[in-house]
């Protein structure tokens, strides 16, 4: 490929020791790894600015794509606005790859981003359309699963699951979108048909410092999109929809200016629009879940998919991985969840005080992430728990007993225990849980390893209680 070829829908600022033969093998954006590639591109970080590379990579690199160009650099540099900006449009250039095939649909939102994500694709796949999914759980591919290393992945490797993707003759992409892969600019150069806002709420504030920061980068993936699904219930959803030229309302409150009204009771869900009302009887049984898949049904409305052209369509959907999976032993209820915000903290023990008022929860927090939630999660914790269990929860190189500390500074009229080593914990909830007790293991979810300083250490939470389920049947 021709660098003019690369260079195609591109705005170039300027040029610095141009040539227009030159070939292109490959492009790399880490210094450390340049194989092959002979095209660089510069980034700016917060820690660290890749234009200082520059210096030591001329030997190898052909073509410098800049923020700033550096003439003592005698090697071809193309200037651009924001190098983080157009590496996936020069990505998507490189392996000739036609993004316009594929219908892309981003979620983003505190909570519920994994399971909107999931129920969209299955109700997608149920309607027969070939779909692929990303997120914290990985890349499902018309039902094959592949690694994906972050929620929202970095360019190179998103370029290369949508290779697959084009591949296995998909039509719809949904893919949760965090705020820090906007900040990182991971999502510039998508063309998303629509953004789903699911809510806001206290987390991440070790990057972003202050909720409305969070909220920023959020309302600029949603300003992306062609349409956006927003959920107006959220004080942020309603600040989002103002500001959003193109978006549609879901609410579960009354509110005659939506455009979705929806309605929630035990298992059964409505909704109302067009002056009319769908109704639907699920196999869900929490109220996040509902909801979650009330986004998920608006999702396909709006990508034009009639919602009552199968009303048994919610009768089997299968459970999210880490999400409120329940196990059943004896008159004993397990449930383990990837709640780590105060918030999902909230809504699955409430959901799961409709079962028992007895109540162990187990959980921690993550090392080097936002301390300030953790008093809240103790508070929250005990106004739901008849006993706490604080354990490790990727420690990081944070003591667990300082992080167990300040968890328990929000504890109140609740016993709890520090039980660092996680499995022990777990083990010591099954030991004190009567009949119809309820553990509720959280923070981890489907996470099949424990970090701990920078190690990733083989553990699963599900295989933990599978394990000891089969040895208390024994």
Do not use: W
């Given at each position: 490929?021709?660098?003019?070829?690369?260079?195609?829908?591109?705005?170039?600022?300027?040029?610095?020791?141009?040539?227009?033969?030159?070939?292109?093998?490959?492009?790399?954006?880490?210094?450390?790894?340049?194989?092959?590639?002979?095209?660089?591109?510069?980034?700016?970080?917060?820690?660290?600015?890749?234009?200082?590379?520059?210096?030591?990579?001329?030997?190898?690199?052909?073509?410098?794509?800049?923020?700033?160009?550096?003439?003592k650099i005698p090697k071809c540099q193309i200037l651009v606005e924001n190098t983080h900006k157009?590496?996936?449009?020069?990505?998507?250039?490189?392996?000739?790859?036609?993004?316009?095939?594929?219908?892309?649909?981003?979620?983003?939102?505190?909570?519920?981003?994994?399971?909107?994500?999931?129920?969209?694709?299955?109700?997608?796949?149920?309607?027969?359309?070939?779909v692929a999914v990303l997120g914290t759980n990985g890349c499902m591919i018309n039902g094959?699963?592949?690694?994906?290393?972050?929620?929202?992945?970095?360019?190179?490797?998103?370029?290369?699951?949508?290779?697959?993707?084009?591949?296995?003759?998909?039509?719809?992409?949904?893919?949760?979108?965090?705020?820090?892969?906007?900040?990182?600019?991971?999502?510039?150069?998508?063309?998303?048909?629509?953004?789903?806002?699911?809510?806001?709420?206290?987390?991440?504030?070790?990057?972003?410092?202050?909720?409305?920061?969070?909220?920023?980068?959020?309302?600029?993936?949603?300003?992306?999109?062609?349409?956006?699904?927003i959920n107006i219930d959220d004080k942020y959803g309603k600040m989002f929809e103002k500001e959003c030229s193109n978006s549609f309302s879901l609410s579960f409150t009354k509110c005659e200016e939506c455009r979705y009204m929806?309605?929630?009771?035990?298992?059964?869900?409505?909704?109302?629009?067009?002056?009319?009302?769908?109704?639907?009887?699920?196999?869900?049984?929490?109220?996040?879940?509902?909801?979650?898949?009330?986004?998920?049904?608006?999702?396909?409305?709006?990508?034009?998919?009639?919602?009552a052209?199968?009303?048994?369509?919610?009768?089997?959907?299968?459970?999210?991985?880490?999400r409120y999976n329940i196990f059943l032993f004896g008159n004993k209820t397990i449930c383990i969840d990837y709640a780590h915000s105060p918030d999902a903290i909230e809504q699955v023990l409430k959901n799961l005080k409709e079962k028992s008022n007895d109540i162990i929860v187990v959980f921690g927090a993550s090392g080097f992430r936002d301390c300030k939630k953790r008093k809240k999660m103790g508070l929250i914790a005990s106004k739901y728990a008849s006993y706490i269990i604080l354990t490790a929860d990727n420690p990081r190189y944070e003591n667990v007993n300082d992080i167990c500390y300040q968890i328990s500074e929000g504890i109140k009229k609740v016993d709890y225990v520090v039980i660092k080593n996680r499995e022990e914990a777990i083990k010591y909830a099954f030991s004190i849980a009567k009949d119809n007790s309820v553990i509720a293991i959280l923070g981890k979810g489907n996470e099949e390893s424990q970090d701990i300083c920078s190690v990733d250490i083989p553990y699963s939470d599900i295989d933990m209680v599978n394990s000891l389920i089969k040895q208390k049947k024994v």
């Open positions: 490929m021709e660098i003019i070829e690369l260079l195609n829908n591109i705005k170039v600022l300027d040029k610095y020791c141009f040539n227009k033969d030159i070939q292109v093998n490959g492009i790399s954006v880490d210094s450390r790894c340049v194989k092959n590639e002979n095209i660089f591109v510069c980034t700016k970080g917060d820690k660290y600015d890749s234009h200082n590379d520059m210096e030591k990579l001329q030997k190898v690199i052909d073509v410098f794509i800049v923020d700033k160009i550096n003439k157009i590496l996936l449009k020069l990505l998507f250039n490189f392996n000739k790859i036609d993004k316009n095939k594929i219908k892309i649909i981003g979620v983003t939102g505190t909570n519920g981003k994994t399971s909107t994500s999931f129920y969209t694709y299955y109700l997608l796949k149920s309607l027969g359309k070939n094959d699963k592949y690694p994906s290393s972050l929620t929202t992945p970095d360019p190179k490797e998103f370029v290369a699951l949508f290779k697959k993707m084009i591949k296995r003759n998909v039509s719809y992409l949904i893919m949760e979108v965090s705020a820090h892969a906007v900040k990182c600019n991971r999502v510039r150069g998508i063309d998303f048909e629509i953004g789903a806002f699911t809510n806001l709420t206290q987390d991440h504030l070790d990057d972003f410092y202050n909720l409305n920061n969070y909220a920023f980068y959020k309302l600029q993936f949603l300003k992306q999109c062609k349409k956006q699904v929806c309605k929630i009771h035990k298992n059964f869900l409505s909704i109302s629009f067009d002056n009319k009302e769908i109704n639907f009887e699920t196999n869900l049984i929490a109220d996040f879940s509902l909801k979650n898949m009330a986004m998920a049904l608006l999702i396909c409305n709006e990508l034009g998919f009639n919602l052209q199968n009303k048994n369509i919610l009768l089997n959907v299968p459970d999210v991985e880490g």
